[in-house]
């Protein structure tokens, strides 16, 4: 029983290959263009560029196509102050920083995509299969690089309630990479959402709901797929039922997901 496809996750190594299968899955994401190093160089003028025929206009984001290499840089307009947002891993409390430099790198090869205001937010979702999904917000780095920090020295997450196609996109994501336990990056946006990053095997290290709903969903797949008959007939098994949808299955419903073992 594989539970998360290894040659797929080839696949999340290149924000290339990420975005494309975001795009053959029918997945809401920004509007993008891909330069490879060697390419027509990018055009660019004052408040804007050109990449591969695709124009994007500032405030637009630079991500290299290496989905290890966490320094993004985020442009703003001149009308905006100018110069850059630039993010990296976190050192200490820091996650990013402003530079006065406006200009794109010209070194390596880089997605560019619109930018999206999410009013400072960013949703981060773990799926465990294609019917489980738990969400959390945190301040969004791209804010102003401060990072937000409970009494334990820990970053400051809220529990989010994903809407119904929301849920449906965390169902594709973990299906489309073939990865059973996988995080993604989604932004909300003008009452849209989209997802901007894939992350493969990730999981959250402290919340005691997730871990037990995950626990409970990874023995129930495993049990089902090599050994059916122990799932159906032991009485020394922890009681394992599908984690399951419930509430208002609507569009404009926000509904969340609950383990229905108890």
Excluded at 159 to 176: D, F, S
Excluded at 184 to 198: I, M, T
């Amino acid at each position: 029983f594989v539970v998360n496809d290894l040659p797929a996750q080839y696949d999340l190594q290149d924000r290339r290959r990420v975005y494309k299968i975001l795009q053959e899955s029918g997945i809401a994401m920004p509007r993008y263009a891909i330069y490879n190093d060697g390419d027509e160089p990018v055009e660019e003028r004052h408040d804007h560029i050109r990449v591969a025929g695709v124009e994007f206009s500032k405030p637009f984001v630079e991500k290299p196509v290496d989905a290890e290499d966490h320094n993004i840089h985020i442009y703003y307009p001149s009308d905006a102050g100018g110069g850059s947002q630039r993010l990296f891993r976190k050192i200490g409390n820091k996650s990013s920083e402003y530079s006065k430099e406006g200009l794109i790198r010209r070194n390596g090869s880089f997605i560019y995509e619109d930018f999206k205001a999410t009013g400072g937010t960013d949703v981060k979702v773990y799926t465990v299969g294609p019917d489980y999904a738990h969400a959390e917000a945190r301040k969004s780095p791209a804010l102003d690089g401060r990072v937000n920090r409970d009494n334990e020295g820990k970053e400051i997450r809220y529990p989010v309630i994903l809407t119904a196609k929301e849920k449906q996109m965390a169902r594709t994501v973990a299906l489309a990479f073939k990865q059973t336990v996988c995080g993604f990056d989604l932004l909300r946006a003008n009452g849209k959402s989209y997802v901007c990053d894939v992350n493969g095997f990730s999981f959250v290290k402290t919340s005691k709901k997730y871990c037990d709903d995950c626990s409970h969903i990874l023995l129930g797949l495993i049990l089902t797929a090599v050994a059916p008959d122990l799932l159906q007939n032991s009485t020394k098994l922890p009681l394992v039922e599908p984690v399951q949808w419930v509430g208002d299955e609507s569009e404009n419903e926000s509904v969340g997901l609950v383990r229905t073992s108890q």
